[in-house]
């Protein structure tokens, strides 16, 4: 048996990809840009194990079997085991190629909640699948296949999605526009107000704004400038710039900034209710604060989860601007994290998923 154990990021688009100009391939209709989240706080880990003793493909996804023959999942598989064969320099066939997969990946956040937890969990796979079978190179074009934003986390920091022009999609994939140490200030906290599976999937909202919408050729018209405008507000660290272009990708939300005369927070939502906000660290306290304040559970209980945060004291004078009325536990937790790097491999034999014999270690029921 032979394994391979990785973990893979989450990454959230600041410049978003709506809508898909070939469904199959996954294309887009439009470039994206994404900032690339820590694995301290928000990861998928996967253990791939191929054996010549299993005898069909299996896959768990935080304990539940799975259905292996998704199709989606099928085509990141083969692509991967494509690539493999293409590039063997010993001119002879690994047999691992033949053997049969167990899979299993955990996520150590919220699952389809609208935190990214697709793009994480394939470009983990691919990234982890491409470890046990020694293919080396780009990988995000097959990523793209199992989930489009799934591309992005196969890089961390900031990430750009070209969405190509060839109709094979060989030229739509991810590169990095700065890696992750390059905005150290730069932090994000995550409003979780529903950690339930979202109603609505990616897949369906994008095909049915590109059925029904009649903005969407107007938003598309624009995109390259902003594109842009983005990559230059991240190599210059300009966080106004920045922040007003992710806002108006993902509606508006001026209220904290009109009191400051100033930007100081940028928010992006993906595709649940949960809020992913941007600001620099020294602005983070007194945010925390005023959420705490108005949104947060008044029981007692921690209600941050990741980086740690200093509470400021909030003057009685300031609160009654925000017009305001306190809505306590409509927000369940902040996730408080930064930029982070791509995706890992652990080495660790403790780390596995699986046992020594290729199952998972923890298994529970479909219900």
């Not at 293919?135 to 900031?158: H, N, T």
């Not at 300009?238 to 400051?260: C, G, P, V, W």
């Amino acid at each position: 048996m032979q394994c391979a154990t990785c973990t893979g990021p989450v990454n959230i688009a600041v410049i978003k990809y709506w809508g898909k100009r070939n469904e199959k391939l996954i294309l887009p209709l439009n470039s994206s840009v994404s900032v690339t989240l820590h694995q301290n706080e928000l990861r998928t880990k996967t253990t791939i194990a191929a054996s010549p003793n299993f005898t069909k493909d299996q896959i768990w996804l935080n304990g539940v079997e799975e259905d292996i023959n998704n199709s989606r999942l099928q085509a990141v598989i083969s692509a991967v085991k494509r690539r493999a064969r293409k590039r063997k320099s010993d001119g002879e066939t690994n047999p691992r190629l033949n053997w049969k997969l167990h899979i299993v990946s955990e996520n150590n956040f919220p699952t389809a909640a609208g935190l990214a937890s697709s793009a994480a969990g394939y470009g983990c796979l691919v990234y982890t699948l491409a470890k046990l079978l020694n293919v080396k190179g780009e990988l995000s074009d097959i990523a793209r296949q199992g989930s489009g934003s799934a591309c992005r986390s196969v890089y961390g920091g900031f990430v750009t999605w070209d969405k190509g022009t060839n109709e094979d999609g060989s030229d739509s994939k991810a590169r990095q526009i700065a890696p992750h140490t390059h905005w150290p200030e730069l932090s994000v906290l995550i409003l979780v107000v529903s950690d339930q599976t979202k109603h609505t999937s990616s897949t369906a909202g994008m095909q049915t704004t590109v059925e029904t919408s009649e903005l969407l050729k107007q938003r598309l018209s624009g995109l390259q400038t902003k594109e842009d405008q983005m990559t230059d507000a991240i190599m210059n660290k300009d966080f106004k710039t920045f922040a007003e272009i992710t806002m108006k990708e993902s509606n508006q939300l001026h209220a904290y900034n009109n009191i400051h005369e100033d930007v100081k927070v940028s928010y992006t939502f993906d595709a649940g209710p949960n809020a992913c906000l941007f600001m620099l660290d020294s602005e983070v306290p007194r945010f925390y604060s005023l959420v705490k304040h108005f949104f947060l559970p008044e029981n007692g209980h921690t209600t941050i989860q990741g980086l740690p945060i200093t509470e400021q004291t909030l003057h009685t004078e300031e609160i009654p601007k925000f017009k305001l009325s306190k809505q306590n536990g409509s927000v369940k937790y902040v996730i408080h994290t930064k930029p982070g790097p791509g995706p890992q491999v652990l080495e660790d034999p403790s780390e596995s998923l699986v046992d020594d014999k290729g199952w998972p270690k923890l298994i529970s029921e479909k219900t």
